[in-house]
């Protein structure tokens, strides 16, 4: 695949111009579903233009029903083949409504021979964001959701799919739980997505309800994103990796985070103590203080120090939130007295919070029980939750008002420059406990309107401040969270090098900012009694465990008091990820298959077209066979020239784009070695 090959084509910008223009603005049905008291939408819609320039025109489309509004905001992308699209429903009547029901996408496609890629998402295993290829036949059917209301659970909400000669990326935006249903015909391709339980009343204006809009009730669907993409020639493994770099170019212009420069993270290196003091648990200012200045000491060019979960009072157990105050036995002048420090020594901050998850006995639990999900008492759904922990309804506009001001208070007074978020529970625990039959939906609905419009309140409080979006891990990763967070820990499941190599794949496919941890040495965290503690947990520099970790962020732990560690080896090794991860913005090209066995190689290539080259990285497992392997390059010019350096030769030589894109790079490896490999056009 050349470089002129990756370019979006005239006719795939025609094909989402087309469905702009007669599936949405000009339809005379809607492309999502919809009925009001089992009336579907009829008659005219008014067409309103919100937005036009040289890179996107937005419209809303509005339709009234009986005392219902409901509006359609589309916007077709002028420099992507991307349409997305959100629809809001409100009660404008002062009396409540009939039940409405609500979808975000109801529309068929043109198709044959239809695949539908989809990916494992993130449960803390080993396979996770591993590929799912669903080879539909007519009549075939393909129900997927995530477990438990957290986005990316189990399922992951970005599909790369196949319909003949061209096919469709589908991401849904929706930090909650999603329903998509493939349907498969003859000659088409019938995809529905939406909240996967919606069938609810609405309240009227000045209802009386708690927490509720006086204006009248009103909730949203999840967001859709189409990128409509075109085989063009190519295999079909080719076009999918193709459609999904189109994707990445998508997220990285549209749909990611902007920091204080107003760009996309490129990098970030972060240090923390969490396996020394048991997250923060026997964590102390002195001791914090200690492991900032051996890092910096020892120059590794930290971007942040790292804080997690136990800096308020817990009882020992960090898994007790809902009192967020710094300890003052602990931290007597507080985290805004390490964070300071840090500074000082030109490192930001890192700090955990918890807000939506709130344990018995903490300030919320004790004061806000009116604003307050408690958990069923019977969980044959088999949710990961706790009795003793409550959810915080952010659902509510007042809770989350006073939330949104909490949080913003924590982040002033403890110095923090980069917000994390955990989430350790699945909210559907909760949620359904409070549903009634005639309001099926509307909390879960309420409550991830809210949970944006939270996140919405810290940034506009804290403009260019980076966010991280955790839960347990990657399981709330869809593409509304992607827009305001960045995920620094892609899965709980980490350190063993086989499986980050997968798994860093597998979810960059999406996604291009992640990140993952490096661990030398011991850990003394705990999880269900054992401690956590792997083979790979060394205190020796293991390159191939170092590069497999390789990702745009990266969290170092390590005990900064021993005094053998190799402090020049690591800075050495540091150099050369800083070298090679601006190209992880680029175009990405898998070599081989995911994979977690250990006697095969795992490779790929990423290359920048605006810095004119890429990196490739290459790894042959322990128990494989093959010493060599060459891998043929994508995206370059064939006319021009590249230097090509191998950081472990220390080699550097010049290929013509033709010569690496058809005669490939040829490498050869020991049994569990590794490589990376750059090029440059000259």
């Known amino acids: 695949m050349n470089r002129e090959q990756t370019l979006p084509t005239a006719r795939e910008f025609q094909r989402a111009k087309e469905y702009f223009e007669t599936h949405i603005e000009h339809a005379s049905n809607p492309n999502f579903d919809f009925s009001h008291g089992g009336q579907a939408l009829s008659g005219p819609a008014a067409v309103t233009e919100l937005e036009s320039d040289a890179r996107r025109r937005t419209i809303e489309k509005r339709w009234t029903a009986g005392g219902v509004e409901v509006r359609q905001v589309a916007t077709l992308y002028r420099d992507l083949p991307v349409v997305e699209w959100t629809v809001y429903v409100k009660n404008i009547s002062d009396t409540a409504s009939q039940r409405v029901r609500l979808s975000a996408l109801n529309d068929r496609f043109a198709a044959s021979n239809v695949v539908v890629h989809a990916q494992k998402g993130s449960y803390c295993a080993a396979g996770d964001f591993r ?79 708690a927490g509720m809009d006086r204006t009248g009730e009103q909730i949203r669907s999840p967001r859709i994103v189409l990128l409509f993409w075109d085989r063009d020639g190519l295999r079909a493994s080719d076009a999918c990796i193709r459609a999904r770099n189109l994707f990445r170019r998508y997220m990285l212009s549209y749909n990611m985070p ?90 930001g901050t ?117 966010m991280d979006a955790c839960a347990s891990g990657g399981r709330r990763n869809d593409v509304d969270v992607m827009k305001r967070m960045v995920p620094l820990i892609r899965s709980d499941r980490l350190f063993v090098p086989d499986e980050q190599q997968a798994q860093f794949v597998g979810f960059s496919q999406w996604i291009p900012f992640n990140g993952t941890g490096l661990l030398f040495g011991d850990s003394n965290i705990m999880i269900e009694g054992v401690t956590w503690k792997k083979e790979e947990m060394r205190y020796d520099l293991d390159l191939y465990m170092i590069r497999s970790m390789y990702s745009p962020h990266m969290t ?102 033709a010569e690496l894109m058809e005669q490939g790079i040829s490498v050869t490896l020991p049994a569990r070695g590794s490589t990376v490999i750059t090029y440059k056009r000259v």
């Open 350 to 466: 890192i700090l955990w919070h918890e807000p939506e998850r709130v344990y018995e006995g903490s300030e919320i639990y004790e004061n806000h029980k009116d604003w307050l999900f408690f958990p069923i008492s019977e969980n044959p759904k088999g949710y990961h939750c706790n009795s003793k922990c409550a959810l915080f309804n952010l659902g509510d506009e007042s809770a989350c008002a006073w939330m949104t001001d909490l949080i913003n208070r924590s982040i002033d007074e403890n110095g923090v420059d980069f917000y994390r978020q955990d989430f350790n529970t699945d909210p559907l625990a909760y949620i359904e406990n409070h549903e009634t039959e005639g309001r099926r939906g509307a909390n879960e609905n309420h409550y991830a309107s809210g949970l944006l419009r939270f996140w919405d309140g810290l940034q506009e409080k804290h403009p260019g401040m980076l």
């Open 131 to 209: 590929p799912i290829d669903l080879f539909m036949r007519p009549g075939d059917r393909a129900d997927l959701s995530p477990i438990g209301g957290r986005s990316s659970n189990m399922t992951w909400p970005y599909f790369c799919i196949e319909t003949g000669t061209d096919g469709l990326d589908l991401a849904v935006g929706w930090p909650a739980q999603w329903k998509a249903v493939f349907a498969c015909a003859d000659d088409s391709l019938h995809i529905q997505c939406g909240q996967q339980t919606l069938d609810t009343t609405l309240y009227g204006r000045d209802s009386g309800v």
């Open 556 to 657: 170092c732990c390590l005990d900064v008091r021993k005094t053998d560690f190799p402090w020049d080896d690591l800075r050495a090794i540091l150099d050369e990820w800083r070298a090679i991860v601006p190209y992880y913005q680029g175009d990405l090209y898998p070599f081989t298959e995911f994979s977690l066995a250990d006697d095969c190689w795992a490779a790929w290539q990423f290359d920048r077209p605006d810095l004119s080259g890429g990196v490739v990285q290459a790894f042959r497992r322990a128990q494989n066979k093959t010493p060599s392997r060459t891998f043929r390059l994508h995206g370059l010019e064939k006319s021009l020239c590249y230097a090509v350096y191998n950081f472990d030769t220390k080699r550097k030589v010049s290929r013509s784009g």
């Open 258 to 347: 902007r920091g204080k420069d107003g760009n996309p993270p490129v990098k970030n290196l972060a240090a923390c103590s969490s396996h020394q003091f048991r997250e923060m648990l026997e964590a102390n200012t002195e001791n914090q203080k200690q492991f900032i200045d051996g890092y910096v000491d020892h120059a590794l060019g930290l971007d942040y120090w790292w804080m997690d979960a136990g800096w308020y009072p817990c009882d020992g157990d960090w898994y007790h939130t809902g009192t967020w105050k710094y300890d003052k036995r602990r931290f007597p002048n507080g985290i805004r007295e390490i964070s300071d420090y840090g500074r000082s020594r030109g490192v």
